[in-house]
């Protein structure tokens, strides 16, 4: 039925259709309306046979799923940033005992600087922990990933992050197709674990394991990472038979057919960036753009092969590794997808600071002119960075930067940020 | 359900033989009856005279026999996790899981909700873990499992310090006592005083429906405990006195006896509360000097080269605020057998 949604009452209705058997929920910004609606829909009875834990901590909201999972329950929950970052520890563990929780991750910027707005950098600090992340393109994937998310991870006995901006689509009121119960029901079967606490059938579960073993393993676990390049494309092709409609999958090729210049991007700023290629295909500029969906595991043979006959790649990514560059891009170079020199990694909206389409066809052309280096940062405003960087030269007490930065720009608001910058 | 015993008395004065031989049948302990499930099985890697083995077989097997053998054990990382599951051998013979050193609680909770979605209320969980897992890393998940009345029964092996890493100095290490991190010089040897939680008072402050403290001296008050917390739905807290030979520079031998003298000096209360009300104290008949607890360890064995008498001093005040403060000592106390000097 399709519906005007916010994307998180969408996800909420995806997930109880779902069935989940344990909710754990801790609030952040901006996943909260996700975990309010399942509370109340558990409350009223419209979820059955669920459990829904006010927990007191992200560490509690994984650890309560952990259990969960491994006793055999449907385990499912939503965190985003710092409360990602708090709960690390759990992460990692629930991928590497095998447990198929699903988690919605309303990606968001890390602190300090404090920042509830949208960017990548939080699904970045895991991406090494063994989970499946997946990122929506918007609100009507967001429901469709979640959905094939819980078949993923119950196959594969492996968890799945499903990756969705921020308020862009967490908060953002879009039409979307939501899935009938009985649709989901003949999708999505009953959870059956690959190992389960059961006092009839005794086992250990998360034993120590010394150097006799443990590469073995790991090596399992990647070769279940593997599994899932396989998996998330055959789930994506049984799910559009059922419903109708291509969402999943590794990656969405749009327009590359003799594109001399591909873009590669995650998430909501693909609709920004095809909208551009439109614009540019319809005066003959041949350029497309390659959506990645599975980030992890990733999918270089099909990064490869989307990416194939492009002069250049222009990987627009929304989080960066300090000190190295882009992440994403690291990854596409890795793929092959192009000679290396000729992959470049552009930092664009990181705290949620806006990517808009004009800077978007800016780039392609200063990209097609060769412009643009292998590592840039789209929007930076050089001027405040060059005040503070006096400042810090000319003392030694020179302050936080954060702070510094901000009294920079009340005191100078002819460069506010609406005024916009190429 | 087993029947809650009666208090034992024991005949055999100035031993420490627990004696199921004297016993009717109905007041044995369940490690006395051959169908014990052997929970923690033996062939791990406990030091000799462990407490927390010791303590953890007593538990668990209790709780095994009162739930018709339907525990899930969750355990916080820590010795009892490390010696028991070198990989590939697992002493465990109940469904167990270990997660990570600060969430056993929080584990424990989602799996009760498993059972309860699932309809299975037939199934009992157990966490446990050390006093570092419990009074430390892991205690804003097991505050947590108690405000919400999670039905999980939460036990705290206390060996008064981190052992598993080498005997560093956590909340429940005592004052005085020598540790890795708390080493015994300087003008204020061993560890401050002023300092540590007490975990059990802070149990009953969550006002969960039982909280009990015992000690692997008294292995029929253990089970009985244990069965009694097993009666109870909803939170509940164990916290279990094991000492550690390794950590504590005692006689594995000692086991037993030093914590009979941490009961008998007051310095570990014994006792039962429930909804945050104390209902029952293990009486002491003939108080103990702590200085008779402390020689036998070499975590205190600064106190006795030079003049500490100021320091003995001070670990017996802290001694006589227990037996004040539960009122310990009962001269005509029947059931605490006398101790004497072996
Ligand atoms: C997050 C984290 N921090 C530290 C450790 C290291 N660590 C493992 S066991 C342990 C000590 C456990 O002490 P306690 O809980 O008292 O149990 P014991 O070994 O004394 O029985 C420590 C510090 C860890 N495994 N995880
Ligand atoms: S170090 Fe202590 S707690 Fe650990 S196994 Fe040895 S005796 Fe037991
Ligand atoms: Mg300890």
Redesign the pocket.
Known sequence: MRRQLEGSRAVAEAVARCRPEVVCAYPISPQTHIIEAIGAMVRTGAIERCEFVNVESEFAAMSVSIGASAAGARAYTATASQGLLYMA?AVYNAAGLGLPIVMTLANRALGAPINIWNDHSDAMSVRDSGWIQLFAEDNQEAVDLHIQAFRLAEELSLPVMVCMDGFILTHAMEEVDLPSQAQVDDFLPPYSPRQVLDPADPLSIGAMVGPEAYTEVRYLAHLRQLDALEAIPRIGTEFAAAFGRDSGGLVHPYRTEGADTVLVAMGSVLGTIKDVVDDQRDVGIPVGVVGITAFRPFPFAAVRAACQGAERIVVVEKAFSLGFGGVLSSDVTMAGAAPHHLVHSVIAGLGGRPITKAAIASLIERARRGEVGSLSFLDLDEDLIAGELARMAAERRSGPVAENLLRDLASAPHRSRETGRA | MIPVPTPVRFYQVGSFAVGNRLLDPDQRTVQADTARTNSLDSGHRACQGCG?ALGARYVLDTAMRASDNKVVAVN???????FSTPYPESSWRLAWIHS???NAPAVATGIAAAMRAKGRLDVRVVAQ??????V???FGTLSGMFERNDDVLYVC?????????G??R?G?TPPAARTATTEAVGPAPGNPFGQGKDLPRIAMAHEISYVATATVADLHDLEAKTIRAMAHRGARYLHVL?P?PL?WGAASKDTIRLARLAKETGLFPVFEAEHGEVVSVAKIRHKTPVVEYLKAQRRYAHLFKGDHQDVIDQLQALADRNVGRYGLVDPTSADAPQLTED
């Open positions: 520890e | 927390e916080a990382t820590g010795c009892l996790e490390v990570l050193f600060g873990g050390g006093d570092g897992g419990t430390d890393i892991g092996y206390d060996n008064e310090a981190y052992m598993n890493t005997v560093q956590s429940a094991v550690c950590g």
